[in-house]
């Protein structure tokens, strides 16, 4: 029988395995800037202590992907999305944006953010087909986010299935 994976919340003894997952994501397609490691070494403080939330994907008792959910002032950036390559192709990456979006819609969120690249194409597909769409980049945080998006939660129908 297939084990079926688990969505969870961070805690702080998963600070490690938020902070690995992560940064083999950057390396393997971009690079660690200054402002991903000051969030990935101190989630605790920076994201959670802020009004937001990290969610883990554990698999198989193994921790395979997490998100963030960072209290941003134009609303709740998605961030730090990362499962581990050997899980990849799973679609664990689309099962945890459906939990976001759904977890965000109970919370009564009017609308989530995110910066992507544009050189991440598969990434980019599933946004859209989750019903972000594009607007212009202002003020991103990190010299890689060329693009940004925006899920209005207001008028969004429903989260995708997966």
Known sequence: ???KLRIIPFKKQHTKEFHDLNIAWLEKYFYVEDHDREVLENPQSYIIDNGGFIFMVEYQNEFVGTVALINEKEGFELSKMAVDPKYQGLKFGQQLMSYCINFAKEKKWKKLLLYSNRSLEN????YRKFGFIEVPVVGSPYSRGDIKMILDLKSHKK???V
């Open 1 to 3: 029988m297939k084990e």
């Open 123 to 126: 990434a980019i597909y599933i």
């Open 159 to 161: 989260s995708e299935r």
